[in-house]
């Protein structure tokens, strides 16, 4: 009877971890991600966050003041490591911007990535969907209105910061910090003040 209760138990466990799928994140590919983020500690800050992966770096997003990374990234099937090569000096008032930051554990099945860090001053965990943006371009929408002349800007993947000069054809509800996929064409006849100002054929959110 003992060897039959063994046989079960391993079948349950093994059923287990297939059910549980775990991918290694491939950050040789263009992807993007967006979602919340959430500490535990004497803030309990919450807010959202929104990152992009090209050729193994990254640009990443907050919510909060200064809430903006850069730098490169490793992975393994347990950790990734955000190095962070964007210096931007933070005022002591404003506190942590909680931008990804060193190393995390983390679980993706596809398309839903999860990351947790036990940090100095508690724990902070990020919930996150990949977006999926087939031929299309992906994104984050960033509201700049109040900086280097922009207004609602995108910012991909690559790098490139885009200010959609017909954004308002669009029946869309803007929202700082969120992810989209877009398809446009760049503008020539306007004149370039301090972003690449383009013309929108399509703009989704990603849910």
Not at 42 to 66: C, H, K, M, Q
Not at 98 to 109: A, Q
Not at 135 to 161: M, P, Q, Y
Request: hydrophobic share 35%.
């Amino acid at each position: 009877m003992q060897k039959i209760y063994l046989i079960l138990i391993t079948c349950l466990i093994i059923a287990c971890d297939k059910d549980d799928s775990h991918f290694l994140l491939d950050i040789t590919k263009t992807s993007s991600f967006s979602g919340t983020l959430h500490t535990v500690n004497s803030d309990n800050t919450s807010g959202t966050v929104a990152f992009t992966i090209e050729n193994g770096s990254y640009r990443a997003w907050t919510n909060l003041p200064y809430g903006r990374g850069a730098g490169t990234l490793e992975v393994n099937h347990k950790t990734i490591s955000f190095i962070d090569t964007l210096f931007l000096i933070v005022p002591a008032n404003y506190g942590p911007s909680y931008v990804p930051s060193g190393d995390y554990r983390y679980r993706f099945d596809g398309y839903n990535l999860n990351l947790w860090s036990e940090k100095d001053n508690g724990s902070v965990r990020y919930n996150l969907v990949m977006s999926d943006c087939d031929e299309a371009h992906a994104g984050v929408l960033r509201d700049l209105t109040n900086f280097d002349g922009c207004g609602w800007v995108i910012e991909l993947s690559n790098g490139l910061t885009l200010e959609p000069v017909n954004l308002n054809d669009f029946d869309i509800e803007l929202e700082d910090n969120r992810s989209v996929c877009v398809q446009f064409h760049e503008r020539t006849d306007l004149g370039l003040i301090a972003c690449e100002e383009l013309l929108l054929k399509s703009i989704l959110f990603n849910e």
